[in-house]
Structures are given as C-alpha cells and as structure tokens.
C-alpha cells in the first residue's frame, strides 16, 4: 500500500495488516516477505505472509498495535518521544477518538475515530506518515 490516503486508513480494520502497516511507517521496523528488521538492529526470519495467515499471532508475529491497548500505547509513547502532543477520548457509546499535533509544526493535527481506542491510535499514527 504504497499510496495511502486518509480516506483508506478510516476505512481500515483492526488486525495484521495494520500492525505491519504501523511497525513499518510509523514505529519504524523494515518489513520484507523473509526478514523483520527491528528499529534496535535485531532482526529474524518469518514469512510475512504467514505472520498474517496466524489470527493468533505467532511467535514471529509483530506487536498487536492495533488490537491491544498496551500495543497501541507502545506507538502513544513514541510519538511522543517524535514530539507529538496526543489528544485520546474515550467514548463508551460512540467512537474513540485520537488527535496528534506535531508541537512544533503549524496546522499538524490529525484525528481518527474507531469503534476501538487501539485502532483509533494506529489510523491516527498512519496519517502522520502521510505526505502533506
């Protein structure tokens, strides 16, 4: 998915395909089809293709970012540490909802909405992947 748009990241769902979209651009691992790179140096081999075929996310797998709160924080904290201010609310009946603003470039903020507060946090982190 080398062209995304916002428009596809709302569309997305929960699930492998997200985690390795958010590892890649925004947490920074190298995905290929046989080797995961992580941002520390190390790496192992695993057939991407598998990694997603696994509903339980094997051994080999990538973090749950978009499934799991203490996943999805791990991608809250980075952006962070990128200076980004985050902005969460959580809505019982409705959509979630997460806002990041890079503090120190001017009209920055991205918003998404999810049934979900990880998959809200991953759509937003994507987006600021997105060339403006």
Request: with cysteine; net charge negative.
């Amino acid at each position: 998915m080398a062209d995304l748009t916002a428009e596809m990241i709302d569309a997305m769902e929960a699930g492998p395909e997200m985690d390795a979209l958010v590892a890649e651009r925004v947490m920074g691992w190298q995905l290929s089809e046989y080797r995961i790179v992580r941002p520390d140096g190390s790496s192992f081999d695993a057939p991407i293709r598998e990694m997603w075929d696994d509903p339980l996310y094997s051994r080999y797998s990538l973090p749950p970012y978009s499934t799991d709160i203490a996943a999805a924080w791990q991608v809250v904290e980075h952006m962070r540490t990128i200076e980004f201010d985050i902005d969460l609310l959580l809505m019982p009946d409705s959509q979630d909802r997460c806002c990041l603003e890079h503090s120190a470039r001017i009209e920055s903020k991205v918003c998404a909405y999810a049934p979900d507060m990880p998959l809200a946090i991953c759509r937003a982190a994507l987006k600021t992947t997105l060339a403006s």
